[in-house]
Nanobody, 124 residues
Framework: QLQLVESGGGLVQPGGSLRLSCAAS????????IGWFRQAPGKEREGVSC????????NYADSVKGRFTISGPNAKNTVYLQMNSLKPEDTAVYYC?????????????????WGQGTQVTVSS
């Protein structure tokens, strides 16, 4: 069974940091690009970042450039999203997703597999 499981969300104060994890099971991320997406209440889902299979290429939304870093996949078949200097507007449910392309990542692709999401709340 192909599955993605996110973890690492929580409540953090503005300026704080969190690291989200996206663990894949049932398939290897060596052949998939991974994207992180988020959806805030009342807003459309938006792409945050993506990383190509093997980790050679990354992309970021303008709103998170310089603050978020995507990495992986590692030997644990996991991709991470390190989020620093968090702002209240980063509050959302964060999802990871996988698409079967190699050597590139584009957040506008139709992703095949999705996790259940993890809540990130930035508030004082």
């Amino acid at each position: 069974q192909l599955q993605l499981v996110e973890s690492g969300g929580g409540l953090v104060q503005p300026g704080g940091s969190l690291r989200l994890s996206c663990a894949a099971s049932g398939f290897t991320l060596d052949y998939y690009a991974i994207g992180w997406f988020r959806q805030a209440p009342g807003k459309e889902r938006e792409g945050v970042s993506c990383i190509s299979s093997g980790g050679g290429s990354t992309n970021y939304a303008d709103s998170v450039k310089g603050r978020f870093t995507i990495s992986g996949p590692n030997a644990k078949n996991t991709v991470y999203l390190q989020m620093n200097s968090l702002k209240p507007e980063d509050t959302a449910v964060y999802y990871c997703a996988a698409v079967g392309v190699q050597g590139m990542c584009v957040m506008t692709l139709q992703y095949d597999y999705w996790g259940q999401g993890t809540q990130v709340t930035v508030s004082s």
